[in-house]
Structures are given as structure tokens and as C-alpha cells.
């Protein structure tokens, strides 16, 4: 699990990919960047050519979901030479602490990369710490 975390020790986010699918065979999987600054984490999505009124971020207890449910997948009937990529639907989930200002959460969509904003609340960190080995 400790690979999984981000942040000091454990503390502040974790990722989980839950593999739930909307659509299509593949496993298909967004590729997401994460940034641990003073005051906040930046959550980046890269999801080119989306619509943004298709992206749905939620909130349930301390897990963070973003998805996108795409419909235009089954409207595509073009007679493809070559598809290397697409507009699939998908659902990644990230578990965040009390240290995340969750009430406060911006979200934006700009040149394909959906940006997620999660503010640090000031003092709220645990300094790390030594654990001794008995």
C-alpha cells in the first residue's frame, strides 16, 4: 500500500483504481499526475478532447471519484484505418485525509487536462516520525 500513497508517511492522498468500466472491452485506464505543493495537492486527468459537462466529480466519505461517461462511443460508426485512441468512458478514485479541505475543491478544464485543485488545511499535517524497532 505504501506505494500507493501520496504525501508524507501515508498522510494525504492514495490512489485507487477501482477498474470499473462504462463501456467497451478493453481496460481502459486515464492517466492521472499528482503534485504535493506547501498549501494544496494538483490532481491532473489527462482526458483530451472531452466534453466537461460529461466529467462528474464526487465526493463520499474520504473518497474522491472522477469520471466521464461518454455516449459518443456507440455513435461512432466511421470506417477507421487506424484508432489509437478514444473518447472512453472511465472512473478513477483517490482516498484523501483530514487533511484535505474538501469543501473547497476546484475543479477545472483546460487543453484536455481536467485540473483539480485539493487545498491542505494550515496545521492540519502530522510531522513524520520515527517508530523504534524493539
Not at 7 to 22: A, I, L, N, T
Not at 49 to 68: N, P, Q, W
Not at 96 to 102: H, K, L, Q, R
Request: hydrophobic share 30%.
Amino acid at each position: 500500500m505504501c506505494n500507493n500513497r501520496f504525501g508524507h508517511r501515508g498522510q494525504g492522498m492514495r490512489h485507487e483504481y477501482s477498474g470499473k468500466q462504462f463501456g467497451g472491452s478493453h481496460n481502459y485506464r486515464v492517466p492521472v499526475n499528482i503534485v504535493k505543493n506547501d498549501t494544496n495537492y494538483e490532481l491532473m486527468v489527462f482526458a483530451p478532447d472531452r466534453a466537461k459537462e460529461d466529467f462528474k466529480i464526487s465526493i463520499k466519505g474520504h473518497e474522491l471519484t472522477v469520471a466521464y461517461t461518454s455516449n459518443h462511443e456507440r455513435e461512432d460508426n466511421r470506417n477507421w484505418i487506424r484508432h489509437e485512441f478514444s473518447k472512453t468512458s472511465f472512473e478513477r478514485s483517490f482516498v484523501i485525509d483530514e487533511t484535505v479541505d474538501s469543501d473547497n475543491i476546484v475543479a477545472e478544464y483546460n487543453n484536455g487536462i481536467l485540473h483539480l485543485n485539493l487545498p491542505i488545511i494550515p496545521g492540519s499535517e502530522k510531522p513524520a516520525q520515527e517508530i523504534s524497532i524493539s
